[in-house]
């Protein structure tokens, strides 16, 4: 079975501080994904990475920044955090071929900042 | 954006019963997903539909695609309370090979 992995089920910081958000998938997949969740607003992605290295801004990307220095892992960074961040943080890995795309995901991590 | 949106938001049923979601796009998909949500938990990918197939099987679940209308339902059949959950269609639209884009779900309650 898939499996990823978040560092995190719940973390409560303070505003201005930085926070780091792990994500860990045991399945060799080249792209990843984060994603915040709010209610009524579904999931919407934040960045994501289709190899070591390399990201892309997804739909949401401001006052976040992601690392991914080994395929497995993929960090997302909230340089500052403020209030209007604390959401509901999924991560995603997932392999593209010609047949089939499907995402796997965490569990979550609820960051509330206060 | 290019987001799918299921209606109806909330759905509450009596188990044994089916349980139909929708879910409307407004641009050309390459596939469309549905996964569904335990509360507090991450999505779990359920079925995936190719924007050339009309319909798809899996166990009690019955996917369509009607691509003239830019709509998919997700039909549950016999439903049990297990079945109790959000329930999600996520798109990759025909100018993103990667992106996903979710709606913002259905909540489905089933009652014993």
């Known amino acids: 079975d898939v499996k990823v992995t978040q560092s995190s089920r719940y973390l409560v910081k303070r505003t201005g501080e930085k926070v780091f958000l792990e994500c860990v998938q045991d399945?060799?997949?080249?792209?990843m994904f984060w994603y915040r969740q709010d209610p009524g607003l579904g999931l919407r992605l934040i960045y994501f990475?289709?190899?070591?290295?390399?990201?892309e801004k997804g739909d949401i990307p401001e006052g976040y920044s992601v690392s991914r220095e080994k395929k497995e892992r993929f960090s997302l960074i909230l340089e500052s955090a403020s209030t209007n961040q604390t959401s509901m943080y999924l991560c995603?890995?997932?392999?593209?071929?010609?047949?089939?795309?499907?995402?796997?995901f965490g569990p979550g991590t609820r960051l509330t900042v206060t | 954006s290019q987001q799918g949106e299921e209606d109806p938001q909330a759905l509450s049923i009596q188990e044994g019963e089916n349980a139909t979601m929708n879910c409307s796009y407004k641009?050309?998909?390459?596939?469309l997903q549905w996964y569904r949500q335990n509360s507090g938990r991450g999505l779990v990918h359920l079925i995936l539909?190719?924007?050339?197939?009309r319909e798809k099987h899996s166990g009690r679940l019955r996917v369509t695609l009607d691509t003239s209308k830019k709509s998919s339902s997700l039909l549950i059949t016999a439903s049990r309370a297990a079945d109790t959950a959000s329930y999600f269609c996520?798109?990759?639209?025909?100018?993103?090979?990667?992106?996903?884009?979710f709606g913002s779900g259905t909540q489905l309650t089933v009652l014993p």
């Open positions: 539909i190719r924007s050339n197939e």
């Open positions: 641009t050309s998909i390459n596939n």
């Open positions: 990475s289709y190899d070591v290295k390399m990201k």
């Open positions: 996520a798109l990759i639209s025909s100018g993103s090979a990667r992106q996903l884009t």
């Open positions: 995603a890995s997932g392999i593209i071929t010609t047949s089939s795309y499907e995402q796997y």
């Open positions: 399945m060799d997949h080249e792209n």
